[in-house]
């Protein structure tokens, strides 16, 4: 199992360009989350789904877009860059029951607008 | 708002010393308290989680506890190892398990 999975792991940006942040987990797990972490800081939730076809806001969700149309995937929407995001974005996917208290992190995706 | 709050925000002790690690919370109605680490460049890896029922965890040198009426949990790491080197995140779980976390310790062992 390769587990959570992102792609890219180094992007740049122009202010005002947009992209989409690939996320992926293959444990058929229904929870999957977005973080955001800027430098020294810890992660903050941007959304999070708690399963197919159902997405929520986080703490910080301005400026960002989800969707979640299979269990496998949670991509990230950055519709128009701004200097603000410059950060590095986690995923995380989490199960049910017992299993539902620990979530597993991807390797992050850097991100960096100028 | 619910906060969590790490301090220091870096430790730095030569090998063989214990690390202890603290973590405060605002609200003790939590559901568990979790302890992760970082290296750097990496994601994050679960080291131990405490349930709101439980007082401490352990796992091999690692021992965390948990005051909820204090709002504290503290993270011991004994005999201290140049691997252990990184950076250690505590994270409150509320409903729909969604974590808070705090800043983090970076915390260097230095052989």
């Known amino acids: 199992n390769a587990g959570v999975t992102q792609t890219p792991k180094f992007r740049i940006l122009k202010i005002g360009q947009s992209m989409t942040l690939q996320c992926a987990q293959d444990?058929?797990?229904?929870?999957m989350y977005w973080y955001r972490q800027d430098p020294g800081m810890g992660l903050k939730l941007i959304y999070y789904s708690v399963g197919a076809g159902i997405t929520d806001k986080g703490e910080v969700p301005n400026g960002y877009n989800v969707s979640r149309s299979t269990t496998e995937d949670f991509p990230l929407r950055l519709e128009l860059a701004a200097p603000s995001q410059t950060s590095v974005y986690f995923c995380?996917?989490?199960?049910?029951?017992?299993?539902?208290?620990?979530?597993?992190f991807g390797p992050g995706t850097r991100l960096l607008v100028l | 708002k619910q906060e969590v709050t790490q301090i220091p925000a870096a430790l730095s002790v030569p090998e063989g010393e214990n690390l202890v690690l603290n973590c405060s919370f605002t609200d003790s109605a939590i559901y568990n308290l979790q302890w992760f680490r970082q290296d750097p460049g990496k994601g994050l890896t679960s080291l131990l989680l405490i349930q709101s029922s439980q007082r401490e965890q352990t796992s091999g040198r690692l021992n965390a506890s948990l005051d909820k009426s204090s709002g504290r949990s503290t993270l011991y790491i004994a005999a201290s190892q140049p691997g252990d080197s990184a950076t250690y995140l505590c994270a409150r779980r509320a409903a729909g398990n969604k974590l808070t976390f705090g800043g983090g310790t970076r915390v260097l062992v230095k052989p």
């Open positions: 444990m058929n797990h229904n929870y």
């Open positions: 995380a996917a989490a199960g049910g029951g017992r299993s539902l208290e620990t979530q597993y």
